[in-house]
């Protein structure tokens, strides 16, 4: 899976402040997330991201801004992924990987990204919809794109130590 992420600010007449387009490729695509009928909005990021879970193709993976996983995993198991992704596609703006939650659940995400590579773990929390959450690697990276860290990411957590 490939897509072209359009994430905008608002004000919006559903209430949120900002909102997510998605496309299937690189220029395509006009879905919302949040509906059609919206006013005008300011782009505060556009960027491609490739499910490295399912992408063969070392050409998407090397120019994709945002690689994301599609298959979850431990919390051991997807920081050695980071650590593999983040080292052989230098130039992504960040790496995510899906978190298995309790009894094989959707958990979270560890991510790694930035300037300074900081990973971090996003837990999901109570009110995070399950058609919002392959959503959030892309809002992080609109997040470093305005010149934040992942550590100040309001929900991040640490990675523990060992």
Known sequence: MTR??????GPFPDGPHARVRL?????TGTGTGTGDNVRPASVIDEHFVVDVDVCRDGRLLDCADVLQGSR???VADALRRLTDLTSAHPACGIAAVPLAGRGG??????????PDRA???VPYGASTAAGQ????PSCLHAWLVAGHSLREWPYARDV???
């Not at 659940?105 to 930035?114: E, I, P």
């Not at 959450?133 to 959030?136: D, E, F, P, T, V």
């Open 72 to 74: 979850a995993r431990s």
């Open 160 to 162: 523990p130590s060992d």
């Open 119 to 121: 990973v971090v773990l």
């Open 23 to 27: 496309g299937t490729g690189i220029g």
């Open 4 to 9: 072209f992420v359009v994430v905008e600010a």
């Open 105 to 114: 659940g959707s958990g979270g995400w560890a991510a790694a990204g930035g």
């Open 133 to 136: 959450r392959s959503l959030l």
